[in-house]
Every structure is written in C-alpha cells, then in structure tokens.
C-alpha cells in the first residue's frame, strides 16, 4: 500500500496496518513527529526503513520497531 501527503492520502494507521514494514521514500513534513507507538501497534513486522533520514531513532523510542536506512547502520 502507498501513503503520500499530497499525492496518495489517505488514513496512515490503516495503510500500515498489517505491514511486515514502513518504506519512508520522501522527505515530507507530514512523516515527521508521527506517533509510532500507535503505528507499531498496526503493523505485523517491525522495520521502519527511512531513505531520506526523516525517523530517528528517538522518534521510535519505546517501540518494537527497528530503524534501518540509506547511510546507516542496520
């Protein structure tokens, strides 16, 4: 499933629900503060990869989900 602010929105919980993982592909101010504690709870898998350094590690505190991404470690 795709989520995108101004092209594709749409409900973000339910986009991931379900997800083995979250693709952060672009840089939009709408993926910043997300509430990742109610988005783990949706997904099944636990991999939140950011390609444009969007999430950080801080953001995901307290959650299952693990961070990966373009420059750095896995």
């Not at 409900?11 to 997300?34: E, I």
């Not at 990742?36 to 959650?63: H, I, N, P």
Request: aromatic share 4%; proline share 4%.
């Amino acid at each position: 499933r795709v989520h995108d602010p101004k092209a594709a929105p749409g409900d973000l919980p339910s986009v991931v629900r379900g997800a083995d993982a979250v693709l952060v592909l672009v840089r939009h101010d709408a993926y910043r503060g997300l509430d990742w504690q109610a988005l783990a709870k949706e997904m099944r898998g636990q991999l939140v990869f950011d390609a444009c350094g969007v999430v950080s590690a801080d953001d995901l505190a307290g959650t299952d989900l693990v961070l990966a991404g373009l420059g750095r470690g896995a």
